[in-house]
């Protein structure tokens, strides 16, 4: 790293020599409707319904529907809290937010805890899947007679397979950096919404038909606790003596069912303004759909499914219910295959949330320093934090071969993480309170004061019961408590050692002072100290920086100013921060990243200005970022996912979001063999071939002829064509247009191949 006695020349600086670095602390944010956002976190939350019901029943019997019910409720309780935290806002997510309220002790046990959840929600969603998808095939085989249905054995083989096929694919796309499309989770909220009303409807018709009764209430009588229930508390009189504690057993069965509420956190950010109120209405819009969906799920199928039947159908709850429909075979076949289909992408959503989720949790932690930046070094080719993607779906795939493709090993494991990581999040929020008072936009309800101090009941209430229901739990559920223990201590003496090494070897966010970091609210070109007009260079890979070395090469010196950009991408990390302290967001890869670039500047002797800024979609970052500079250049290097075609249909989408002013932009995008592709980002006039001129010249010359004495120039020419077809679109001759249209770029292309 330089010092003040290298060469001041390669940076903006203030006269100290040291090079100087602009830390835009507003994020260029890409932001979302409530509706999108509801999609995705609905994407993850609805999951839950396909196993949560069959799994609480499996341990507490007929009576589960009503507790799932109560969970579902509840969990709009939770969301509050989950409300708080976000409209409160705590710079650095879920750790550092502990860590101020309960310090780093039990900072890093609630990242250990969270990450135990993020484990266990790809195996478990992908072997969920499995199962419905194994439970498709073996009905197919039975009522088709081409085989025998399939064993527990062979379904549970099946569901393992696939797990770790959907999540070996979500990996190779989160290696990539594919991001998350929340188009694409409302096209799948759309197809399960279809799915949810057709299944309710015909439930409603079987249901009424039959005469089905409601399942038995829930009194601590109803309840079936075996051993298995019991855990720990099996052969003791307490579930017995006192109701409640059986009550709150059973709850702890039920907690499933809300799995998924953090991921409201992790899209805080993106929804659109006003920020709270679309918060609120997401959360409404949540609540509502997965109360419906999936209590219902759970209700119909005890009313539903006959007893003796259901039991084969815990792991495959909506496939059995699909099959247990009044109506012909053929059409509850077709049924239970669009279940499985819409099933297989909505659990397959949530194992790619997981990953996600997973990565950006642990590169917060990597950024404070509990983990060192080796974790966060960016993959040679695609500039992601590749090892965490590779140690956490290593840690799931080990997961899923252990369970076997078991749904209720993985739900049992899974209750540990889910309830701890709300419980701590509850505790967080409830301290800090206290230790950070002040006006709010907004807070958990039923807040009285006593001689000036507040009592949040509410938010009091709702910890203790997270607290009860994970205490329960801890007995209740051996397996988990010994596995979720010992990797969440496993995971804390991890993060301690790598902690006190990183403080011990000085870490790399501590070591900015080498870099004159300055924080400026929004970027500008004031700011910066580039002139309009700059070029602007976007970088995020030291590995490939040819397109820098490009521009450095061509540029003389004082003629124009290069701006050298790196946007730091906010993944959703489940912590809803949406903005980053500066050491979050020029950590040691900024560092390394930045040192290279002034490295191939000073071997030139250029002059750059360095910039770093956040985003949550890198396109639309790059054009805000040029808009706000002024930038009349942006150069790229090729994209290692997508040919240059692609990469620059991406880019022209991005600057039609930008709103009503948009800024026109020379495009560059260079190739690693020194090659360079020039597009212009905006309205402006074609290039036109010579062919393409002398077809304009020999139209005008003819019309000229017949028109005059009427002046007619080649723009008019132009104008009357584009006139008449826009004419022809207009009067529904659009499919014709398009046909021609076709048939003229095919017949170009032709004359471009030569044959062979």
Same mark, same amino acid.
């Given at each position: 790293?330089?010092? @003040?006695?290298?060469?001041?020349?390669?940076?903006?600086?203030?006269?100290?020599?040291?090079?100087?670095?602009?830390?835009?602390?507003?994020?260029?944010?890409?932001?979302?409707?409530?509706?999108?956002a509801?999609?995705?976190?609905?994407?993850?939350?609805? @999951?839950?319904?396909?196993?949560?019901?069959?799994?609480a029943?499996?341990?507490?019997?007929?009576?589960?529907? %009503?507790?799932? /019910?109560?969970?579902?409720?509840?969990?709009?309780?939770?969301?509050?809290v989950?409300?708080?935290?976000?409209?409160?806002?705590?710079?650095?997510?879920?750790?550092?937010?502990?860590?101020?309220? #309960?310090?780093?002790?039990?900072?890093?046990?609630?990242?250990?805890? /969270?990450?135990?959840?993020?484990?266990?929600?790809?195996?478990?969603?992908?072997?969920?899947?499995?199962?419905?998808?194994?439970?498709?095939?073996?009905?197919?085989?039975?009522?088709?007679?081409?085989?025998?249905?399939?064993?527990?054995?062979?379904?549970?083989?099946?569901?393992?397979?696939?797990?770790? #096929?959907?999540?070996?694919?979500?990996?190779?796309?989160?290696?990539?950096g594919?991001?998350?499309?929340?188009?694409?989770?409302?096209?799948?909220?759309?197809?399960?919404?279809?799915?949810?009303?057709?299944?309710?409807? %015909?439930?409603?018709?079987?249901?009424?038909?039959?005469?089905?009764?409601?399942?038995?209430?829930?009194?601590?009588?109803?309840?079936?606790?075996?051993?298995?229930? /019991?855990?720990?508390?099996?052969?003791?009189?307490?579930?017995?003596?006192?109701?409640?504690?059986?009550?709150?057993?059973?709850?702890?069965?039920?907690?499933?069912?809300m799995?998924?509420?953090e991921? *409201?956190?992790?899209?805080?950010?993106?929804?659109?303004?006003?920020?709270?109120?679309?918060?609120?209405?997401?959360?409404l819009v949540?609540?509502?759909y997965?109360?419906?969906?999936?209590?219902?799920?759970?209700?119909?199928?005890?009313?539903?499914?006959?007893?003796?039947?259901?039991?084969?159908?815990?792991?495959?709850?909506i496939?059995?219910?699909?099959?247990?429909?009044?109506?012909?075979?053929?059409?509850?076949?077709?049924?239970?295959?669009?279940?499985?289909?819409?099933?297989?992408?909505?659990?397959?959503?949530?194992?790619?949330?997981?990953?996600?989720?997973?990565?950006?949790?642990?590169?917060?932690?990597?950024?404070?320093?509990?983990?060192?930046?080796?974790?966060?070094?960016?993959?040679?080719?695609?500039?992601?934090?590749?090892?965490?993607?590779?140690i956490?779906?290593?840690?799931?795939?080990?997961?899923?071969?252990?369970?076997?493709?078991?749904?209720?090993?993985?739900?049992?494991?899974?209750?540990?993480?889910?309830?701890?990581?709300?419980?701590?999040?509850?505790?967080?929020?409830?301290?800090?309170?206290?230790?950070?008072?002040?006006?709010?936009?907004?807070?958990?309800?039923?807040?009285?004061?006593?001689?000036?101090?507040?009592?949040?009941?509410?938010?009091?209430?709702?910890?203790?019961?997270?607290?009860?229901?994970?205490?329960?739990?801890?007995?209740?559920?051996?397996?988990?408590?010994?596995?979720?223990?010992?990797?969440?201590?496993?995971?804390?003496?991890?993060?301690?050692?790598?902690?006190?090494?990183?403080?011990?070897?000085?870490?790399?966010?501590?070591?900015?002072?080498?870099?004159? *970091?300055?924080?400026?609210?929004?970027?500008?070109?004031?700011?910066?100290?580039?002139?309009?007009?700059?070029?602007?260079?976007?970088?995020?890979?030291?590995?490939?920086?040819?397109?820098?070395?490009?521009?450095?090469?061509?540029?003389?010196?004082?003629?124009?100013?290069?701006?050298?950009?790196?946007?730091?991408?906010?993944?959703r990390?489940?912590?809803?921060?949406?903005?980053?302290?500066?050491?979050?967001?020029?950590?040691?890869?900024?560092?390394?990243?930045?040192?290279?670039?002034?490295?191939?500047?000073?071997?030139?002797?250029?002059?750059?200005?360095?910039?770093?800024?956040?985003?949550?979609?890198?396109?639309?970052g790059?054009?805000?970022?040029?808009?706000?500079?002024?930038?009349?250049?942006?150069?790229?290097?090729?994209?290692?996912?997508?040919?240059?075609?692609?990469q620059?249909?991406?880019?022209?989408?991005?600057?039609?979001?930008?709103?009503?002013?948009?800024?026109?932009?020379?495009?560059?995008?260079?190739?690693?063999?020194?090659?360079?592709?020039?597009?212009?980002?905006?309205?402006?006039?074609?290039? #036109?071939?010579?062919?393409?001129?002398?077809?304009?010249?020999?139209?005008?010359?003819?019309?000229?002829?017949?028109?005059?004495?009427?002046?007619?120039?080649?723009?008019?020419?132009?104008?009357?064509?584009?006139?008449?077809?826009?004419?022809?679109?207009?009067?529904g001759?659009?499919?014709?247009?398009?046909?021609?249209?076709?048939?003229?770029?095919?017949?170009?292309?032709?004359?471009?191949?030569?044959?062979?």
């Amino acid at each position: 790293m330089r010092s @003040s006695s290298d060469s001041p020349a390669a940076a903006g600086s203030r006269g100290n020599g040291v090079p100087r670095v602009i830390i835009a602390t507003t994020a260029l944010l890409t932001f979302i409707s409530f509706w999108r956002a509801a999609a995705i976190v609905l994407n993850d939350l609805a @999951s839950s319904a396909y196993y949560a019901g069959g799994e609480a029943e499996g341990y507490i019997g007929k009576t589960a529907p %009503w507790f799932i /019910l109560a969970i579902m409720v509840f969990s709009y309780a939770v969301r509050a809290v989950y409300v708080e935290s976000c409209s409160m806002f705590v710079r650095g997510g879920v750790y550092r937010a502990v860590k101020q309220s #309960l310090g780093g002790t039990l900072a890093k046990f609630s990242v250990s805890a /969270l990450m135990f959840d993020y484990i266990l929600t790809g195996p478990i969603s992908g072997v969920a899947a499995g199962q419905y998808l194994a439970g498709l095939i073996s009905e197919v085989l039975q009522y088709s007679h081409l085989g025998n249905a399939l064993t527990p054995g062979e379904v549970n083989s099946i569901a393992a397979g696939f797990a770790i #096929l959907v999540t070996v694919y979500f990996w190779w796309e989160n290696t990539k950096g594919i991001p998350e499309s929340s188009e694409k989770a409302l096209v799948i909220m759309k197809l399960v919404t279809v799915m949810v009303v057709l299944l309710i409807t %015909w439930c409603i018709y079987t249901a009424a038909l039959r005469h089905s009764p409601l399942p038995p209430w829930p009194h601590p009588r109803n309840l079936r606790l075996n051993a298995s229930a /019991l855990g720990w508390l099996a052969g003791s009189p307490l579930p017995h003596m006192f109701g409640i504690i059986a009550i709150f057993i059973a709850l702890g069965h039920s907690v499933l069912a809300m799995s998924g509420e953090e991921s *409201l956190a992790q899209v805080y950010r993106e929804i659109e303004s006003p920020k709270l109120p679309n918060l609120k209405k997401a959360g409404l819009v949540i609540f509502v759909y997965s109360l419906v969906f999936t209590s219902l799920v759970s209700f119909f199928a005890v009313m539903i499914i006959p007893d003796s039947v259901r039991q084969n159908y815990l792991e495959n709850l909506i496939g059995g219910l699909a099959m247990s429909l009044h109506g012909p075979l053929i059409a509850r076949l077709i049924f239970h295959a669009f279940v499985v289909v819409v099933g297989t992408l909505i659990l397959a959503g949530a194992v790619n949330t997981a990953i996600v989720g997973s990565n950006g949790v642990l590169n917060r932690v990597s950024e404070d320093g509990v983990l060192s930046s080796w974790f966060r070094q960016p993959h040679p080719r695609f500039g992601t934090s590749y090892r965490i993607i590779n140690i956490v779906v290593l840690l799931q795939i080990i997961t899923i071969l252990i369970s076997r493709g078991d749904v209720t090993f993985l739900a049992n494991l899974y209750a540990f993480g889910v309830i701890w990581s709300f419980t701590m999040n509850g505790l967080a929020v409830l301290v800090l309170r206290y230790t950070r008072p002040g006006v709010r936009e907004f807070q958990v309800p039923f807040n009285f004061y006593i001689r000036g101090v507040q009592i949040p009941v509410g938010l009091s209430l709702i910890t203790l019961t997270l607290l009860l229901i994970a205490v329960v739990n801890l007995f209740t559920k051996p397996v988990a408590t010994m596995a979720g223990g010992t990797f969440s201590v496993l995971l804390f003496i991890v993060f301690s050692i790598s902690e006190r090494r990183a403080h011990r070897g000085g870490a790399a966010h501590m070591e900015m002072d080498q870099f004159n *970091l300055e924080l400026e609210s929004e970027l500008t070109s004031e700011a910066v100290g580039a002139r309009p007009g700059n070029i602007l260079v976007p970088v995020s890979n030291h590995f490939n920086l040819y397109h820098l070395g490009n521009v450095l090469d061509r540029i003389k010196p004082g003629r124009r100013d290069v701006v050298v950009l790196h946007v730091r991408l906010l993944r959703r990390s489940a912590s809803g921060e949406n903005e980053l302290d500066a050491d979050q967001l020029f950590g040691s890869i900024e560092q390394h990243l930045f040192s290279q670039t002034l490295s191939m500047a000073e071997k030139r002797g250029k002059s750059i200005r360095l910039a770093v800024v956040a985003s949550n979609d890198l396109w639309e970052g790059i054009l805000r970022a040029g808009a706000s500079l002024q930038s009349s250049t942006i150069v790229i290097g090729r994209s290692a996912k997508d040919n240059t075609e692609e990469q620059a249909r991406q880019i022209g989408d991005a600057w039609e979001k930008l709103g009503d002013i948009k800024p026109q932009f020379n495009l560059e995008i260079h190739l690693p063999n020194g090659d360079k592709i020039y597009k212009v980002l905006g309205p402006h006039a074609p290039n #036109l071939t010579s062919n393409e001129v002398n077809l304009l010249h020999r139209l005008w010359l003819r019309f000229s002829d017949v028109l005059a004495p009427q002046e007619l120039h080649h723009h008019d020419v132009v104008h009357f064509a584009l006139e008449e077809l826009k004419k022809e679109i207009q009067e529904g001759q659009e499919d014709e247009v398009v046909k021609r249209l076709r048939a003229h770029l095919e017949g170009n292309q032709t004359k471009k191949t030569p044959s062979s």
